[in-house]
């Protein structure tokens, strides 16, 4: 029971791990012992993120661009080549596109499924052999994927191919979790609230006064909230959970 929430020897890889929700979960799982690798479009960014979170433990950048299969392969090649075993994978990185329907672009569509759907399949198929070689039966390797609570109930926003996109990467978490399970590999699926991002900062300039309104909880997310779920199913004391899609959001999914 005392280390049950112990990351102590695993190695992970969190993609958009520079910012917003996959900073807080990166930070978390730093924090608790494993060693993590944050992936992002930017070198800067991975740069200053490794630098800053290597102070609580070990953090490493790697620049990548998943917005392709080409990119993801990159991405499992470079883990590959720095790791026989990868523990735990979070498939975060991720884009969003609001536009009124009648002007709703089919670029939108494709940048959006190609980064938040396509390249969880790809980067979690191409990482498929390090995550196995590092799962047990007492201990699984682990996969979650960052879903949204608009992936669940109908946003207030008019985010098409956003929304769509999550509850796909919902059906996929649990399409992955069916097939991997034998291999002792738990997939499953955050699906966060309003949290201070740059993915949502206009939207809480704009609502954050209603969105608190509607919260039952009465605020917004804070980085200890995401961490806490990714240390969870993380660790030992997720062991026996795969195929669920957990809202972190204050219950906002329960009042639609």
Request: proline share 5%.
């Amino acid at each position: 029971m005392k280390n049950l929430f112990s990351l102590e020897g695993k190695v992970a890889l969190v993609t958009g791990g520079t910012r917003g929700i996959g900073l807080m979960m990166a930070r978390g799982l730093v924090a608790h012992g494993a060693k993590v690798y944050v992936a992002s479009r930017t070198a800067e960014a991975c740069e200053a993120t490794a630098k800053e979170l290597s102070q609580d433990g070990e953090c490493i950048g790697i620049p990548a661009s998943l917005g392709n299969e080409e990119g993801c392969n990159a991405l499992a090649a470079e883990i590959a080549s720095r790791e026989e075993k990868l523990h735990i994978l979070v498939n975060n990185a991720g884009a969003n596109w609001g536009a009124p329907i009648e002007e709703y672009p089919d670029a939108a569509w494709d940048k959006v499924l190609a980064l938040n759907v396509k390249s969880v399949f790809h980067l979690t198929r191409a990482l498929k052999p390090q995550i196995e070689a590092a799962a047990s039966a007492d201990d699984p390797a682990r996969v979650i994927n960052v879903g949204s609570i608009d992936g669940i109930q109908v946003p207030a926003m008019e985010t098409y191919a956003y929304s769509a996109s999550k509850a796909a990467v919902h059906h996929l978490t649990k399409t992955l979790a069916r097939r991997l399970a034998p291999s002792h590999v738990t997939v499953n699926a955050v699906a966060p609230g309003p949290f201070q991002s740059k993915m949502m900062a206009a939207t809480l300039d704009r609502f954050q006064d209603a969105i608190v309104a509607s919260c039952p909880m009465g605020r917004i997310g804070v980085p200890e909230d995401m961490a806490g779920i990714a240390i969870y199913l993380s660790s030992r004391a997720g062991a026996y959970v795969t195929g669920a899609v957990i809202p972190v959001d204050g219950g906002i999914s329960t009042c639609r």
